[in-house]
């Protein structure tokens, strides 16, 4: 059973950062490609990162330079450091596993940032 579990939310004021963790199972994690995705209320999710299996990064135009995507495959885990957090940040954070047709999601995590 696939599982990927996002943790590391919360309330933060403009210019703070956080963290976000996803911790998968049930699949090969190494081979899978990793994305945080968010959507705020009355939006699409959007692509925010995403990381290859071999490394390779890509962002939204709106994070560039603020947040940091990166994975860990001893530990399951895809992380998201966001710094210099806005009020325009503020959405349930989504993380994504990708490996040929196969799409897995977790259940997302609240950021808000207040102003």
């Known amino acids: 059973q696939v599982q990927l579990v996002e943790s590391g939310g919360g309330l933060v004021q403009a210019g703070g950062s956080l963290t976000l963790s996803c911790a998968a199972s049930g699949i090969i994690f190494s081979i899978n490609d990793m994305g945080w995705y968010r959507q705020a209320p009355g939006k699409q999710r959007e692509l925010v990162a995403a990381i290859t299996s071999g490394g390779t990064t890509n962002y939204a135009d709106s994070v560039g330079g603020r947040f940091t995507i990166s994975r860990d495959n001893a530990k399951n885990t895809v992380y998201l450091q966001m710094n210099s957090l806005r009020p325009e940040d503020t959405a349930v954070y989504y993380c994504?596993?990708?490996?040929?047709?196969?799409?897995?999601w977790g259940q997302g995590t609240q950021v808000t940032v207040s102003s």
């Open positions: 994504q596993a990708r490996f040929r047709s196969f799409v897995g």
